[in-house]
């Protein structure tokens, strides 16, 4: 299986700061089909995860541009700008080009 | 809109088997593929398996031997059916609506405890 490995484990940000968090696959993500299927989630406390960004680099319906994907390869990067109190919880990166997907184990936001 | 709520016992015998089911609504079973996905307390999400728009299934390796996924599309429904269950099966489990590569839609979980 595909091993995603995330850094760091845990951040701290002030309100309106910037922040990145690194996921690195143990196998390259693209696709025969040269599609690169690499997705960031959002789990707030309490909640169920959700999607933010799909392949590298897209926003899912509704998510604001302060989140960026970015990244090729086996390395990929989700950038938080302007962070909000709602932004506060764990993300997921997770991999769909390789049966069977498989996520990292989480990064944690927390306020500074 | 977009609905997916998963539904089942919260409780299971260590050994015994677990029936979930995920109803949805706000779109058509024959047109998305549904997975199952679960998360162990404070861990990261496991996928388990997927339910495609054409009937057919895909289930992680780690789990097939015990896993069954079905569904009923005059009833919007995708079953879950998993045996042997033991305490390390205990977590939060998930429908999710797929979309190309990822999870597009979660429901709000169903938290499972396998315990005597």
């Known amino acids: 299986d595909v091993v995603m490995t995330q850094t760091p484990v845990s951040l701290s940000v002030s309100l309106g700061g910037q922040v990145s968090i690194s996921c690195r696959s143990s196998?390259?993500?693209?696709?025969?089909?040269?599609?690169?299927?690499l997705s960031w989630y959002l789990q707030k406390p309490g909640q169920s995860p959700q999607l933010l960004i799909y392949?590298?680099?897209n926003r899912f319906s509704g998510i604001s541009d302060r989140f960026s994907g970015s990244g090729s390869g086996t390395d990929f990067t989700l950038k938080i700008s302007r962070v909000e109190p709602d932004d506060l919880g764990v993300y997921y990166c997770?991999?769909?080009?390789?049966?069977?997907?498989?996520f990292g184990a989480g990064t944690k936001l927390e306020l500074k | 809109q977009v609905q997916l709520k998963e539904s089942g016992p919260g409780l299971v015998q260590p050994s015994e088997t677990l029936s979930l089911t995920c109803t949805v609504s706000?779109?058509?079973?024959?047109?998305?593929?549904v997975s199952w996905v679960r998360q162990p307390s404070g861990k990261g999400p496991e996928w388990m398996g997927r339910?495609?728009?054409?009937?057919?299934?895909a289930y992680n390796s780690a789990l097939k031997s015990r896993l069954s996924i079905s569904r009923d599309t005059s009833k919007n429904q995708v079953f879950l059916k998993m045996n042997s269950l033991q305490t390390d099966d205990t977590g939060t489990y998930y429908c999710?609506?797929?979309?190309?590569?990822?999870?597009?839609?979660w429901g709000q979980g169903v938290m499972v405890t396998v315990s005597s």
């Open positions: 999710t609506r797929a979309l190309p590569g990822g999870e597009g839609y």
């Open positions: 706000g779109f058509s079973l024959t047109s998305y593929s």
């Open positions: 339910m495609w728009y054409d009937g057919d299934t």
């Open positions: 196998q390259s993500l693209v696709h025969n089909n040269g599609n690169t299927y």
């Open positions: 392949k590298v680099s």
């Open positions: 997770g991999q769909g080009t390789q049966y069977p997907p498989t």
